[in-house]
């Protein structure tokens, strides 16, 4: 089973670009972030054409997560707990079955700039309320992936140029802390399981001509409980979709499991 993250940095921006990575790659099932729109102007039928059941989370303008699945998709909630009052569509959930049940977390973590700041406080305090959720899933001892974007790149490797995201939210000590928090509480970065290489990217500004530099950052994550990392046969990024006609400024990221 391949089962892909994208933020497609825009949905109706950028519907063109998504059928023609699903119609090729052909994900089982795909979470996205930045759908950047209302769940009743989400383009369901062209994406349904192509086979997928969608459920989705989305906000005017801003943020937006959404699941695409081949497979049903049950037992779907929306919203990451532990704060009633936060109104950020960021966090996704589902279950899907094939020859095992997968529980699959879509999510788009808060880029938490400028730092210091309220929107870093944000960042941290989400962080934490994920942590408390990534515990109770993998207290329930079944394959779970937690997969979008994650806005931290974990370490200086995982830049092209490190040095110049030392004082960004994406980088802080603190942002990392946090990240690392969630992976020693039992969880693997899939990527990191099968490719240990510097110089795996998932994401490339459109300013200062990053793309043609390769002056990229990996900021998009797959985090298998164990149970779903046991499952694991493969892993990559389809780097390729970044120098498409009128790209995401992220690419896909997926994971294949015997599943």
Not at 100 to 114: A, E, F, M
Not at 213 to 236: E, F, K, V
Request: proline share 6%; charged share 30%.
């Amino acid at each position: 089973m391949r089962i892909a993250t994208f933020n497609i940095n825009g949905i109706r921006a950028r519907i063109g670009a998504l059928l023609q990575w699903l119609d090729e790659s052909r994900p089982d099932v795909a979470v996205l972030q930045e759908i950047k729109s209302v769940d009743d102007a989400f383009p369901r039928d062209e994406i349904a054409s192509l086979g997928y059941n969608i459920e989705t989370h989305g906000q005017k303008s801003f943020n937006g997560v959404a699941i695409l699945s081949r497979l049903p998709l049950e037992d779907v909630t929306r919203g990451l707990p532990g704060d009633d009052g936060d109104e950020q569509a960021r966090w996704i959930e589902a279950t899907v079955t094939g020859r095992r049940t997968l529980r699959i977390c879509g999510l788009y973590l808060p880029n938490g700039n400028p730092a210091p700041g309220p929107k870093f406080d944000y960042k941290l305090a989400w962080m934490a309320r994920l942590r408390a959720r990534a515990e109770a899933l993998r207290a329930t001892e079944e394959p779970v992936l937690m997969g979008g974007d994650w806005n931290i790149i974990p370490q200086d490797e995982d830049a092209a140029r490190p040095e110049a995201w030392a004082n960004d939210a994406l980088a802080l000590p603190q942002s990392r802390a946090a990240f690392r928090r969630v992976l020693h509480s039992g969880w693997h970065d899939a990527v990191r399981l099968i490719d240990r290489r510097p110089g795996v990217y998932s994401y490339w500004d459109y300013q200062r001509a990053a793309w043609d530099r390769n002056d990229g950052i990996r900021i998009d994550h797959w985090l298998l409980s164990p149970q779903a990392a046991d499952l694991l046969t493969d892993a990559g990024i389809d780097r390729d979709v970044r120098a498409r006609e009128k790209p995401s400024d992220h690419v896909p990221v997926w994971v294949e499991l015997d599943a």
